[in-house]
């Protein structure tokens, strides 16, 4: 039984660049067996057992402690683990899958630029439409909290899993909150991000599970890695 | 929770529901599983944080309930002959942060009491009821109490000399203080007026905002040009209304920060009133009620009474409120808490209202004040 796991995303350009950053640090990740195995290992380095996962599965594997290390998105972490610093540590940004989580509205709603606007319509919307404003997401935690805080009333959450930026075109939603990196998404359905509507900026990210067994050879193991890498130590505490 | 633990809080809250029917009270069961949409109308979003929501094929998006009053005000407001008192007696289920030392799963035992007659009478008999039983805990340790008055709140802001667009923005943020003040510095002309709006307005004016709507882009989504419109109209008028006055300002933040006996917090209303008559008829209310509890023998000169006292509940009170602590007990829940929801009753009841107010006793907190079983 190898004595840490790692976890990286199992296929696309996150992956790609997984590797690259980790040989960046004379780290070698390689596949084991065929290239369809998900599984894979860390070249000399036979104490690290390499778990190729779905980069939305990261998180509640490094929560539920089944991977020591792991690499996914700032924005999915704090999604889906609540409170995650009881049980994670962040080890380090890898400076990139840079993206943002913001609010939008159709760029038409020329009188709404920002929360307090939105705020404002929202009760306005409910009172014309007879119900709440909706707001397309899947970080529906996330963008709870983010509307709580500040003050937001009479909306509501609906679920979407894709395709969010066209949920207002077809008339499902009426603003959006959703992962972008360059915008062109939004100004291409025609929406706008609010002034003040960036919710979470995501990049990238190594993590640590404090809830992991940390046995002395895991600890030693991920020592190993630590020094080439240049990461803190203690990050299982 | 031990089985000896869950036996005495069932004791408990079985003496505490036999007291309420004594009172006259008629006891409720409303069911475990409740429409979620009822309650996130009401609540809003929030609530699917603090509520466990599940899914029925048939029934669609179904909530284990939260809290007993809201079906309690529906099954009354179908059905029911008034006068009327009801007890209940079971869990409510909700979501606790994580290391709270609290469950999910909590014992309400409550009383409420429907009556058009005498609002402060009803108050009284409520507040006094509670108290009284309260008396077999105070032996265990001081029981703290705090009441306040949302609706001298609701009167003071009601009564601002602005527009009645600004009062129901502030209306409807009463229960949200921080977004409550924000909006009370714009109006007072101590907060900037976002960004850009001054020349969307003077765009409009210009030209049109139908014109500029279109100038934007193509218009995606439910909401109309003619809403757009309407919104920038009243964001014009918005901008040529005066602030509200450094006066009215600061006599909100007096309300707000009042905190002493009610008798002494009645007169400093009655100071405040004299400047804005608008509260003459909450204040006048609020003098009922101590009335009618002194002579249910509370002694109202010590009674607590603070200005800004159930704002932060996720409630829907808009009256009396009251709630009763262990002192020196941060780690107890509140013990009893209350007060009046007329609102709640006109949302409910489908064009028609009545006065109503209540409270619930929350039998794990008693239980572990009396050092119960571990």
């Known amino acids: 039984m190898s004595a840490l796991k790692l976890g990286v995303p199992s296929k696309g350009r996150l992956q790609t660049l997984t590797i690259d950053w980790f040989a960046g640090r004379g780290i070698e990740l390689a596949r084991s067996g ?7 290992h860390v070249v000399g380095m036979n104490d690290i057992e390499l778990v190729l996962l779905s980069a939305g599965e990261i998180p509640k594997e490094l929560a539920a402690g089944r991977i020591h290390l792991g690499v996914t998105g700032i924005d999915l972490i704090h999604e889906k683990i609540p409170l995650w610093q009881t049980r994670l540590t962040e080890v380090e940004r890898m400076g990139f899958g840079f993206a943002d989580l ?4 159709p760029n038409a709603w020329i009188d709404v ?7 404002a319509v ?24 983010f509307l709580r805080e500040k003050g937001v009333a009479d909306y509501q959450l609906v679920d979407s899993q ?13 603003a959006i909150a959703d992962i972008t990196s360059t915008g062109e998404t939004l100004v291409a359905n025609h929406l706008r991000i609010l002034s003040d509507g960036l919710i979470l900026k995501s990049q990238a990210t190594v993590y640590a599970s404090k809830t992991a067994k940390w046995s002395a050879k895991s600890k030693a193991a991920y020592a190993a890695l630590a020094a080439k890498a240049v990461w803190p130590e203690g990050v299982h505490k | 929770m031990s089985n000896g633990l869950r036996a005495e809080i069932k004791a408990v809250a079985a003496r505490l529901q036999q007291a309420f029917e004594d009172a006259g009270a008629v006891m409720r069961e409303p069911d475990s599983l409740q429409p979620a949409e009822v309650l996130l109308d009401l609540y809003g979003e929030d609530i699917r944080a603090r509520a466990y929501i599940t899914h029925d094929p048939v029934l669609g998006e179904q909530m284990l309930r939260p809290d007993f009053t809201v079906p309690i005000v529906q099954m009354h407001m179908a059905e029911g002959a008034e006068p009327a008192r009801y007890t209940y007696n079971g869990s409510v289920w909700r979501k606790q942060l994580a290391g709270s030392a609290r469950g999910p799963e909590n014992t309400q035992v409550g009383f409420e009491l429907f009556d058009r007659t005498n609002p402060a009478a009803a108050d009284a008999e409520v507040f006094s009821l509670f108290n009284g039983l309260l008396d077999e805990w105070r032996g265990f340790g001081a029981i703290a109490v705090a009441t306040g008055d949302i609706g001298i709140l609701q009167a003071a802001v009601r009564g601002l000399k ?3 667009r600004r009062k129901a923005a502030l209306l409807r943020h009463l229960w949200r203080p921080a977004r409550f003040r924000q909006l009370l510095d714009r109006f007072g002309g101590r907060a900037p007026v976002p960004e850009g709006r001054e020349a969307l307005v003077a765009a409009a004016a210009q030209t049109s905002s139908e014109t500029l709507v279109r100038e934007a882009g193509p218009l995606v989504g439910l909401r109309t040009v003619e809403e757009i419109a309407a919104r920038i109209v009243d964001l014009a008028e918005d901008l040529a209304e005066p602030p509200i006055s450094a006066g009215e300002y600061e006599m909100l933040g007096q309300i707000l920060s009042l905190k002493s006996g009610s008798v002494a917090a009645l007169d400093s209303l009655r100071t405040l009133q004299s400047e804005m008559p608008v509260l003459k008829a909450a204040v006048d209310r609020m003098a009922t009620r101590l009335d009618a509890l002194s002579a249910k023998g509370i002694d109202v000169e010590n009674l607590p009474f603070e200005g800004k006292f159930g704002l932060t509940a996720m409630e829907y009170y808009d009256g009396f409120v009251f709630g009763f602590y262990a002192e020196g007990r941060p780690d107890l829940p509140t013990l009893a808490s209350g007060g009046r929801y007329d609102a709640l009753t006109r949302v409910l009841g489908q064009g028609r209202s009545i006065p109503a107010v209540g409270g619930v006793f929350h039998p794990e907190a008693l239980v572990a004040l009396s050092g119960g079983v571990e």
């Open chain 1, 102 to 105: 913001v609010l939008a509205v």
């Open chain 1, 122 to 145: 929202a009760a306005r919307f409910r009172a014309e439409h007879g119900f709440r404003l909706r707001i397309a997401t899947k970080y529906h935690n996330l963008v709870r909290g």
């Open chain 1, 162 to 174: 894709g395709a969010t930026e066209g949920t207002v075109k077809n008339l499902t939603a009426e």
């Open chain 1, 113 to 119: 630029t920002c929360i307090e606007d939105l705020d």
């Open chain 2, 162 to 164: 602005t527009t009645d």
């Open chain 1, 34 to 40: 065929s290239e369809r195995e998900y599984a894979g």
